[in-house]
């Protein structure tokens, strides 16, 4: 048993680092729309808690290395380079597994961007940070698709949960600074909307 348990060791460390990657990307995401929302209100602040974001970002590539070099050392399925690194060229689902390469290659390009951002145009650095909705679908998707813990009751729910938050998240993030312009019109008009005119 403990011989079975050894030689199978890199495909549970792959498993968690999988699970525990998407869990803290998650995280990353929900923590950046809050902030983007302004439901965290910046003034007043810790540091530690604007620089959270970040935290969260770095620990996700950190669990995603682990979820890698525990696939290309695991001896029960075959992951070389060209699996691990190239769309579709995996034997063991590749449709599914390239869902993990380009949520890891988004994810990568976000973090360095990320860590640069002083340096890059805002809106260079915005359009790649908004790639990471795409990460968190193309994460979900590897997810279900190729791990053994999708039939999991809990994984089930947590990715249900974590969907929903970033859907309302996001949603709120949409609508939000519509109604702010609209309630800034409205108070300079005198709280009248002039003939024509629309939200």
Same mark, same amino acid.
């Given at each position: 048993?403990?011989?079975?348990?050894?030689?199978?060791? $890199?495909?549970?460390? $792959?498993?968690?680092?999988?699970?525990?990657?998407?869990?803290?990307?998650?995280?990353?995401?929900?923590?950046?729309?809050?902030?983007?929302?302004?439901?965290?209100?910046?003034?007043?602040?810790?540091?530690?808690?604007?620089?959270?974001?970040?935290?969260?970002?770095?620990? *996700?590539?950190?669990?995603?290395?682990?979820?890698?070099?525990?696939?290309?050392?695991?001896?029960?399925?075959?992951?070389?380079?060209?699996?691990?690194?190239?769309?579709?060229?995996?034997?063991?689902?590749?449709? $599914?597994?390239?869902?993990?390469?380009?949520?890891?290659?988004?994810?990568?390009?976000?973090?360095?961007?990320?860590?640069?951002?002083?340096?890059?145009?805002?809106?260079?650095?915005?359009?790649?940070?908004?790639?990471?909705?795409?990460?968190?679908?193309?994460?979900?998707?590897?997810?279900?698709?190729?791990?053994?813990?999708?039939?999991?009751?809990?994984?089930?729910?947590?990715?249900?949960?974590?969907?929903?938050?970033?859907?309302?998240?996001?949603?709120?993030?949409?609508?939000?600074?519509?109604?702010?312009?609209?309630?800034?019109?409205?108070?300079?008009?005198?709280?009248?909307?002039?003939?024509?005119? *629309?939200?």
């Amino acid at each position: 048993m403990s011989l079975a348990v050894n030689d199978h060791a $890199a495909w549970y460390a $792959a498993r968690a680092a999988g699970l525990v990657a998407w869990g803290v990307a998650t995280a990353s995401i929900l923590w950046g729309l809050a902030l983007s929302t302004r439901l965290i209100r910046r003034r007043g602040v810790p540091a530690w808690l604007l620089d959270l974001h970040r935290f969260l970002g770095t620990l *996700t590539i950190v669990a995603v290395a682990v979820h890698v070099l525990a696939l290309w050392g695991d001896t029960f399925l075959y992951f070389g380079w060209r699996e691990l690194f190239l769309p579709m060229a995996s034997s063991y689902r590749p449709g $599914a597994v390239t869902w993990g390469v380009i949520a890891t290659y988004l994810l990568v390009a976000i973090q360095l961007t990320s860590w640069v951002m002083r340096r890059l145009p805002r809106r260079w650095w915005h359009t790649v940070h908004l790639t990471s909705f795409v990460v968190f679908v193309a994460s979900t998707v590897h997810a279900f698709t190729s791990g053994a813990d999708a039939a999991n009751t809990l994984v089930q729910w947590l990715a249900l949960s974590g969907g929903l938050l970033v859907f309302f998240l996001v949603l709120f993030r949409l609508l939000a600074p519509r109604r702010a312009r609209v309630a800034s019109r409205r108070a300079a008009g005198g709280g009248r909307r002039p003939v024509g005119a *629309t939200d």
